[in-house]
């Protein structure tokens, strides 16, 4: 892959950097990679070669680029970060591939004049980056270098219609402006390098987020990730503390933050914050986005958030949600898709029941045993197998299965 061609292109109202991105050893066409920003912000964002070249490096690695070639100076942190951040995306996802060689010249200066201390994250108005921004409040004072200044809002992400962003930028320029936090929208289209859903959240998103923090170098000096998993239930991930922090270099510091945080442990951060409980969005399902309301109240991110604020009391004073209440029956619908959303939904089952929602527990124990498999005449012997024997015979099972289909017996 070669990044080249960087330049930097002004318009009436929005400010772009722009670097070509043409791969060598894979049959895909090149990418003209771009972040942009409005004029308010235009003088923050700088056309830094480190950027493109942390967009690059994971589709890089898995499309099988033998090098990446990078016209203009790199961070020499980062040449020394992205080598382990291919090394954990190699050993969680394709063992049997090599590592992209950087053919890159290291940068012997940081950026003249350099900015002031600066600290921003992404202010999405999802639950993981409200708590971030409350937690960040509640132990930093307003004048510390630590202290949240700045929220990136990105187009091109999970929403991409244009009128559907301008939704939900108006409700978190609310939750901003609350906040004491200057919104910055960004717009990029950097997820085009491999439009593998999947592969954004499995492997590219963490990069994703830190080239745009980079793109951004001459206004920010420390970008924040809020995380999605507590280190209970950390495991390959696209925004990962492994991962995350090997983005930095002497420009910006990358951290990756309240990985000690459950999901309802965050819902909990919440209660006391208004702004956050009438305004936050947790649903991608940006075709039914209306003035006022984004999230649909029935896909599994909303089930989810609902049952948790059920779960602490709260739900009844949440604006941000079309219902009060959810019924056993959605509860046990939702639709649970990994360990982690499982994990979510056993870490309510406790509360609801302190709070005499016996049919919710109901609703929440079908929806797991949906996803563990524990349905049918043999649930129960699944079921005791994973509480008592810890998973003892399910591995035995697998253990006996290839040798059974070797003599022929399936």
Known sequence: MRIE???????ANATRVTARLTWE??????????????????????CNPDAFLIAG??????????????????????????????????????????LVTIEAMASSSTLTPRPAERAGFFLSGGVDSLAALRGNRLRFPPDHPGSIKDGLLVFGLEVERPDAF????????????????????????????????????????????AAIGHAFARRLTVLSIAATCDVRHLGPWGSHPLLDPNFTTSNLRVHHADMALSRLDKVRLLLEWPAA????RVCNQAEFYRPGMLNCGQCEKCVRTMLELIALGAL???????????????????????????????DMIEPLAQRGRHDLVRGVERALANYRGETGWTGPMKRFDRLHLNGALRTAKRALRPAATHNGRY
């Open 5 to 11: 061609n960087l330049r930097r292109e002004r318009h």
């Open 277 to 280: 409980l009438d305004r936050m």
């Open 25 to 46: 050893d894979s049959d895909r066409n090149p990418l003209e990679v771009f972040f942009e920003t409005g004029a308010p912000f235009a003088e923050g964002l700088t």
């Open 166 to 209: 301008e939704l939900a930028q108006k409700a978190v320029a609310e939750l901003a402006k609350d906040s004491g936090v200057e919104l910055v929208p960004v717009s990029t289209n950097v997820r085009h390098l491999d439009d593998d859903w999947f592969f954004y959240r499995d492997e590219f998103q963490g990069a994703i987020l």
């Open 316 to 346: 009844d004073r949440c604006g941000a949600f079309p219902k009060h209440d959810v019924s056993e029956e959605v509860a046990a619908k939702a639709g649970i898709h990994d360990d982690y959303v499982q994990s979510c939904y056993t």
């Open 57 to 98: 490096i994971v589709p890089a690695l898995r499309h099988g680029e033998s090098r990446i070639a990078v016209e203009g100076e790199v961070s020499p942190e980062l040449l020394d970060g992205l080598p382990a951040v291919m090394a954990v995306l190699r050993h969680w996802f394709r063992p049997e591939s090599k």
